[in-house]
């Protein structure tokens, strides 16, 4: 079943204006809050084994700006094609044991030749929603901080899921330097 407005917002914090005051159907949008370059480092996932989970490493990053709550006018990032970078959205989620989330870019995104990858949310999972942007369009983007880049639906499942216990729990942007999988 999909969740209707009204728990939507039970679930998402920091919602912005809009999504409070003039809703639309029974999802959200999320807006750009934080935009971040990868730097350096070395990326790997292995596979398990019969004697564990593998190992892991992400890239390191830097933050290139974020959304100020406080600022009447907020900075402009401009995505030249070939650009990638990953981003973090306003909101975050507490997701409810039995709530699965699923983002899509909105379509003003793709229509600009930006690509947004994009995954769930599961149950038990809190903090804020980290996604890839990518430009694949032959020409620069601007998009300004604060702008709303996907949406959010939830889905209540029969039974309870089981709780979310992965790594990149509360919003982690990467994982810098080798760890176990878990």
């Known amino acids: 079943m999909v969740l209707s407005h009204a728990d939507v917002q039970k679930i998402v914090h920091n919602l912005g204006r809009r999504e409070l005051e003039n809703p639309e159907g029974h999802g959200v ?17 292995e596979s398990d084994t019969k004697d564990g989970q593998g190992m892991r490493s992400g890239f390191e990053t830097e933050l290139v700006m974020r959304f100020d709550e406080s600022a009447d006018q907020q900075e402009k990032l401009v995505v030249q094609p070939g650009d990638y970078y990953l ?18 870019p909105r379509s003003s ?3 600009a030749g930006l690509v947004l990858l994009t995954s769930v949310a599961p149950s038990g999972y809190k903090g804020g929603l ?5 430009n694949a369009g032959p020409l620069p ?10 949406a959010a639906v939830f889905y209540r ?16 942007i990467t994982a810098a330097g080798t760890e176990q999988q878990v």
């Open 29 to 45: 949008d999320l807006r750009l809050g934080e935009v971040h370059r990868i730097s350096g480092g070395q990326a790997f996932i």
């Open 87 to 104: 981003v973090k959205t306003v909101e975050s989620v507490d997701m409810p044991m039995d709530v699965l989330g699923d983002f899509r």
């Open 109 to 111: 995104l793709f229509r």
């Open 130 to 134: 980290i996604f890839g942007l990518y």
């Open 141 to 150: 983007v601007t998009l300004q901080m604060g702008a709303r880049v996907a």
């Open 157 to 172: 499942s029969e039974k309870k899921g089981i709780a979310y216990r992965g790594q990149n729990q509360h919003g982690r």
